[in-house]
């Protein structure tokens, strides 16, 4: 043919260069070429090939699958998943569920929180989970190769010359072993026995000549001289002889002796005879190879032999029973796999391992041990009457402990009640008789068991847990003793250094007398506080000791005077001003383990480890307030119901209704009714020494003030379920505090004397009244005065009420809920009181649960994330009672938006654990409601329609995952709990979920296309999700189906996309392809006409025709894809070629495919690869090995493109006639195995076949066109296909990259080592004789890719590569010779 015209080809050069931008870096020009060849040449886009019927054909070729050997590589196993319930783990004895609390509760919420927290985990356990990742993931992965056996190379003998041989052996033994054994004497003289064994040291080594010893030493030092050696050379066998010794074996020499071994165990024992077999057969081997060569040297040992037989079996009798037998032996035990040598499947990658999902639990911020040791005032003696006993505080003291934070400004604990007295301090009040524990909850008998009321009487441990750790946070102190009078009064004692004996029995006496007669009223007395943390990881300052004890101010005593106190902590000027009290308090603060015993938490409920011992303290948890914001935020798992109530401040000095109202208590009550003989309920915790749990409780008293303040903090067990009658009543008393007894004796002595009544209704529009409450305060206390109302006008409704101070809302009062079953927030109280209303909305009025759906988008983030599973379990439910499309829209955008919130704290791991272990589908009632796949399909179509709202839809796209996933769950729970897993899969679903299946495939694809450059997080996340749902329908859905929503999503893609789309489309495939039953999908088996075929007959396909993609339609779209990709730009193939080489290293590390015939069935399913590199072949033809670029596609050569032959893109010219003249018997030869295939013709293909890869972008023979090759298509292995592989005429012509070339021969390689002889010797027939020589051209690419170049080529290297790297330009290297 003669030379094209030079003119056009530089002329449309010109015009392909103007085309360009102005390129900076070598990737830039890169891109741009690619472009403006895109631009200049149409891609066709390769026709979709229908998948085929699997459902059907599986039944249809049903008895040849059955009579296969190898029916588990075309049968998915029957029990391939099943749904499991596990059982809830607490950290409880027993539940935290209260006894009645179930039949007690009547809200939807509470209901339906309870069912929450005493349900147990749904599973759905796939058994092939752990074969459905990367290769990386497999389970018992064989276990990663330390070393492999170290081989001498003549390249490197003149690098170790200097080396002295004993050493080299021990290097460079491919086969080492050392250990101690029994060595027993083997002399027809002595008969051995038991005593005849003497222990020694074996050291197995390879000498330099190959051969191995087996050296024996008294002690480890093999340095030594070896006290003797055996010659495996001469050994004939390894057999076990366990007649004199157990774990004995015997090496039988050539000159009939034989030495005896033995082992300390069996393992030893078999590891020795496996080693030593081994060693045997590498010798025997070389001997084979030794006569097949001719060059045998028969020497002294071998003339011995008897010439008779084949020689082999005279040679070692032990192991030559057959000499392919011991080969293929040989093969499979130590050869490694292939796969093991490759770089890419040593390095460690988790980027694809998923996260692993852990089930809802309890979880807790730095927790404290607080341990109360003492509190010791310098007044002191001895309070017995006797005067006989300890000296000790003359008065009780009682101290009060809890935290607060001065950086955010709020008390971040409830208060721990420590009572430090000596017992015979305690003498001196009142007893009050203590009460089981059976208060606001009702507890179980065995619980009463458990929980002895004298352990819990006097608690001096407590554990404090903090969310937000940092050095602004004090835990304070508080103290209080029984009421006497003032503050200043009754400190003044305890503020004098001088002798205090008199002193203290002054002290003492008026405390006796307070004791008896005000012992239940307490009085401020002083506080203290010390820091917690070092720093803000939550080092605890063990160091830190309490301040001195300041004297209470009373004016000073809310929280939030605390708090100013503390802000001037470390200001020692401030602290220096304020009074001193002299004394002691030593409180010590420690870390929690992990195993901590003995504990309750701030419910009372034991610990698992606990033990029931009265005798041992019980430690108490101390409920934290967790600030509400969503990041600090748990979902909750444990039942807590408790109020806590805190009085503030009572304005008196204007009442004109009592004469004495001065030393004011406060007795707060829990009512369930207002009747007049009504009893508050006992639900109140107690104080340390007193019950557990009480019906009222007092405030802390200050003496002669009109407008007290107060500090406490009622902690109060609510009943489960609340109704409008429950209130707090708070009763106010003037106490007496003058004990004068002058002279009028008859007048009884009236302690208290009550001065108004206060009430507080619990719910208000249903919910818990928790902000700060303003209340009048009424003279009397008529019945029924709930129902008080005041009308307007001076009327009123209910009974009358005598008001103070003309009804002005004197009390100040705040409240505090802890709760895991009332809501504060009113837009999820009316979304579920409106469900109820409406059981669940399948009466709801469609516009009318749209509003209260719309509503739950302004819940509050925290309260969202606390309710979480009892949230989405409610919008599920709602999902499948919808009547109305408008309802199933609005629900499902809900659950967008909650979604969405989570992701956004980074709180993504409990929806995870909610999908994996809360979500459970409802039982489906045909009749009734739908279920949740097809409702939330349905609906997910309509939020992705272009129509409607981009950010909904946007968002869907980005947390897509969370959907399909639960559209997993629920076909999965579907199928077993309705028993329709024995149907056939056309079966199991409705032909409206398989629409709606499709619809949402169809709409979110081209989204995913569409939106990669505006919104590429969501687009990748939606990607990826799309695929995890269909390789998971494969276990559940037809099959056949599954393929074709495969095909739907690869339509949208095209050659020629961004490289983006390129990336998205292999991940989906890779993902997919990870399926763990990825073999039965391809269905590795026969598809011939007429009868049942064996695979002997077989008619195998060595290219891609459209038959092999209908039937093995996975494997076939992966090779057409990776056909395609390879046309690309380098990105681009990288990305393909990985996943394919990736995919053939999991087959060939499948411990359920690992037997040859196995693999070899696994190989027919890539035979078409050899078709698609030999299309490839001149741009894998690069002999070089340089880790330097010689590929044009990726170096600065591209900077010389405006060569005449410089265009990538040119149609494949192949050499085809002028190579048939020089194929003589040679190559056939070279075949079938008889001669060498390095003889006369070698050169002769290689000089026209021009392998040298540092040309042009294309490689052609000194400028020679050679003639397309056409003459041998009639007879090739493409007759069925039209246009190659990929159904495009234009093929790149362009150099491979050096690692596309290695990644792409080890595939090669895989399939060549892994396919069976005859498929092998069927290609050789059938193939043409140009595709034979390409074959053998990519065979012998691989020798010179794949050779050592000895160790001073690679220390070289590395050195060139060290210094060249700063240099190349990041676009343009190639990578690294491994």
């Known amino acids: ?122 599973l759905v356990n796939y058994k092939y989970e752990d074969y459905s990742g990367e290769f990386r993931q497999l389970p018992n992965k064989v276990a990663k190769l330390d070393k492999l056996p170290v081989h001498v190379y003549e390249v490197d003998e003149e690098v170790d010359k200097d080396e002295d041989a004993a050493s080299l052996g021990s290097q460079k033994g491919g086969i080492t072993k050392h250990g101690w054994l029994y060595k027993g004497n083997m002399n027809s003289a002595i008969s051995v026995t038991m005593r005849s064994f003497k222990r020694r040291f074996f050291h197995l080594i390879q000498l330099g000549d190959g051969s191995y010893n087996l050296n024996f030493y008294k002690d480890e030092k093999i340095s030594k001289e070896p006290k003797g050696s055996i010659f495996l050379d001469s050994c004939m066998g390894v057999v076990q002889n366990n007649k004199v010794r157990r774990f004995a074996f015997e090496l039988k020499m050539q000159d009939k002796s034989s030495y005896l071994l033995a082992a300390d165990s069996e393992v030893e024992m078999e590891e020795w005879i496996t080693t030593l077999n081994k060693i045997l057969q590498l010798n025997f081997e070389a001997a084979m190879q030794e006569k097949r060569n001719g060059d045998s040297h028969e020497d002294d040992e071998q003339s011995k032999l008897e010439g008779s037989g084949s020689g082999l079996d005279s040679y070692l009798p032990e192991l030559a029973k057959s000499t392919r037998e011991a080969e293929i032996k040989l093969k499979s035990e130590s050869r490694v796999k292939l796969f093991y040598l490759d770089p890419d499947a040593q390095k460690l990658d988790f980027t694809s391992a998923e996260p692993e999902v852990k089930p809802f639990e309890e979880k807790f911020g730095k927790r404290i041990l607080v341990k109360c040791n003492d509190l010791s005032f310098n007044l002191q003696c001895c309070v017995a009457e006797n005067e006989e006993g300890p000296t000790t505080n003359v008065e009780p003291f009682f101290v009060t402990l809890s935290l607060f934070d001065i950086k955010y400004n709020r008390k971040i604990s409830a208060d721990f ?63 209080e003793k029984v009421l006497q009078g003032s503050i200043t009064h009754g400190a003044e004692p305890y503020m004098k250094s001088s002798d205090s004996s008199k002193v203290a029995q002054k002290v003492l006496k008026n405390a006796k007398q307070a004791c008896q007669r005000l012992g239940q009223y307490r009085m401020p007395f002083a506080w203290a506080a010390r820091t917690l943390f070092k720093d ?23 929280n939030d005077d605390m ?44 610990m698992k480890q606990f033990e029931t011992c009265s005798k041992t303290p019980i430690t108490f948890e101390v409920e934290e307030f967790v600030p509400c914001i969503p990041k600090h935020t748990q979902p909750y798992t444990i039942y807590n119901n408790h109020l806590y109530v805190y009085p503030k401040y009572l304005k008196y000095d204007s009442q004109k209704s009592f004469a004495k109202a001065r030393n004011i208590a406060i007795c707060i009550e829990f009512k369930d009714s207002d009747e007049e003989d009504s009893q508050p309920l006992k639900c109140i915790y107690g104080r340390p020494g ?77 919910r818990v009244v928790t902000s700060e409450q303003h209340v009048p305060v009424a003279a009397n206390l008529p019945s029924g005065y709930l129902g008080y109302q005041e009308l307007g006008m001076g009327r009123h409704y209910g009974p009358e009420i005598k008001w103070v101070d003309g009804s002005k809302p004197l009390l100040k009062v705040s409240t505090h809920l802890v709760s895991t079953v009332y809501t504060q927030d009113q837009h999820l109280h009316n979304f579920f009181q409106y469900c109820q209303k409406t059981e669940s909305g399948a009466q709801a009025l469609g516009s009318e649960l749209v509003k209260y759906l719309k509503s739950l988008h302004a819940m509050e983030g925290h309260v969202m994330i606390a309710f979480l599973p009892t949230i989405l379990n409610q919008l599920f439910r709602v999902l499948t009672r919808a009547t109305q499309e408008e309802v199933a829209v609005n629900v499902t955008r809900v659950i967008i938006h909650v979604v969405a919130q989570c992701h956004e704290e980074g709180l993504e791991s409990h929806l995870r654990s909610y999908v994996k272990y809360a979500y459970k589908a409802e039982p489906y009632v045909a009749s009734e409601y739908k279920t949740v796949h097809e409702e939330l399909t349905k609906a997910m179509t309509t939020i992705l329609k272009p ?46 979920y398989h629409h709606a299946v499709e619809t949402v495939v169809n709409m979110l694809t081209p989204h995913i296309t569409q939106k990669f450059r505006d919104n590429p997080e969501a687009s990748k996340h939606a990607n990826h999700s799309l695929a995890v749902f269909i390789k998971r329908c494969f276990t559940f859905m037809d099959r056949g189906f599954v393929f074709k929503q495969i095909n739907n999503y690869i339509s949208c893609f095209a050659p020629g996309d961004p490289k983006t789309l390129f990336e998205y489309k292999f991940e989906f495939l890779r993902v997919v392809c990870n399926h763990e039953h990825y073999i039965p999908l391809n269905l590795p088996m026969p598809f011939g006409k007429g009868r049942i075929q064996r695979y002997q007959d077989l008619q195998l396909d060595y290219s891609l025709t459209d038959e092999f993609c209908r039937n093995h339609f996975l494997v076939g779209l992966l090779l057409r894809e990776v056909g395609t990709a390879l046309q690309e730009f380098r990105e681009v193939r990288l990305i393909a070629i990985s996943v394919l080489k990736n995919l053939l290293i999991k087959h060939s590390f499948d411990d359920r495919y690992a037997s040859r015939s196995h693999q070899a069935r696994i190989a027919t399913l890539y035979l078409p690869l050899f078709g698609l590199l030999i299309e490839n072949v001149q741009r894998i033809n690069v002999r070089d090995v340089s880790p330097f670029p010689v590929n044009p596609g990726s170096t600065v050569k591209e900077e010389s493109l405006p060569l005449p032959a410089a265009n990538p893109l040119v149609t494949p010219q192949k050499p085809g ?77 362009d150099k491979l990259d050096q690692s596309e070339i290695k990644s792409l021969l080890m595939c090669f390689l895989y399939i060549l080592k892994s396919m069976s002889d005859d498929a092998l010797f069927t290609y050789w027939n059938k193939a043409s ?27 070289s290297l590395t050195k060139c590569v060290a210094l060249l790297l700063p240099a190349w330009e990041p676009g343009g290297v190639g990578t690294h010779s491994s």
């Open 1217 to 1293: 006639i002028a190579l048939d003249n020089s194929l003589h018997k040679d190559l056939f030869g070279a075949i079938s195995g008889i001669a060498s295939p390095y003889t006369t013709s070698t050169p002769n293909i290689n000089s026209v076949r021009n392998a040298d890869s540092r040309g042009s972008l294309i490689s052609t023979d000194s400028g020679n066109s050679l003639p397309e090759r056409n003459s041998e298509k009639s007879n090739s292995l493409d007759k069925h296909q039209q246009g190659g592989a990929l159904g495009n005429s234009v093929v790149r012509c």
């Open 947 to 992: 129509s409607a709202d981009f950010l909904t839809s946007n968002k869907l796209l980005k947390y897509s995952w969370f959907f399909f996933d639960v559209l997993i769950k629920s076909m999965a729970q579907h199928l077993i709990e309705n028993c329709k897993v024995k149907l056939l899969r056309n079966q199991r679903f409705p032909a409206s």
């Open 417 to 479: 009640h420590v009572d430090l007295n000596h017992f015979s301090v305690r003498q001196m009040l009142a007893t009050t008789s203590p009460a089981l524990v059976n208060g606001g909850r009702k507890s179980s008998p065995a619980l009463q068991d458990i929980l002895h009321e004298a352990a819990m009487q006097y608690p001096k441990q407590g554990i404090f847990s903090v969310t937000c750790p940092h050095p602004d946070i004090f835990l304070v102190a508080r103290i």
């Open 1 to 122: 043919m003669s030379q094209p015209p030079l003119l056009s080809a530089s002329a449309e050069t010109r015009k392909f260069t103007r085309a360009l931008s102005k390129p900076g870096t070598a990737a830039e020009l890169r891109q741009s070429v690619s472009e403006v060849v895109r631009g200049s040449v149409l891609l066709a886009k390769p026709k979709l090939i229908e998948p085929l019927d699997y459902e059907n054909v599986i039944v249809q070729k049903k008895t040849q699958i059955l009579n296969d050997g190898l029916r588990e590589m075309l049968l998915f196993p029957y029990d391939d998943f099943q749904t499991a319930t596990l059982r809830r783990q607490g950290r409880y004895m027993c539940s935290t569920v209260p006894a009645d609390a179930q039949e007690e509760a009547q809200s939807l919420f509470v209901t339906e929180c309870i069912k929450t927290y005493n349900s147990d985990w749904h």
């Open 536 to 558: 803000a990881s939550g080092n605890l300052d063990k160091n830190a000791r309490f301040s001195a004890l300041y004297r209470q101010d009373s004016n000073k005593l809310s």
């Open 1329 to 1355: 004789t140009s595709e034979l020589m390409d074959f053998f051209t990519i065979s012998e690419v691989c020798l010179h890719q794949f050779q050592y170049m000895g160790k001073r080529y690679i220390a």
């Open 563 to 606: 708090l100013k106190l503390l802000a001037d902590f470390r200001k020692p000027e401030k602290m220096a001003k304020l009074p001193v009290i002299l004394g002691n308090l030593d409180i010590t603060i420690d870390n929690v383990s992990s195993d901590f015993p003995n504990y309750v938490n701030s419910s009372y409920i034991p």
């Open 690 to 766: 007193g019950p557990v749990f009480t019906r009222s409780a007092f405030a802390a008293v200050l003496h002669h003030h009109q407008n007290p303040e107060f500090y406490d903090e009622i902690k109060i067990e609510l009943p489960t379920q609340l109704h409008e009658k429950h209130h707090l009543l708070f009763t106010f008393f003037h106490v007496s505090c003058d004990n004068s007894s002058k002279g009028s004796t008859k007048k009884k002595d009236v302690v208290e004397t009550q001065v108004g009544y206060s009430w507080l209704p619990l719910l208000k529009d249903g």
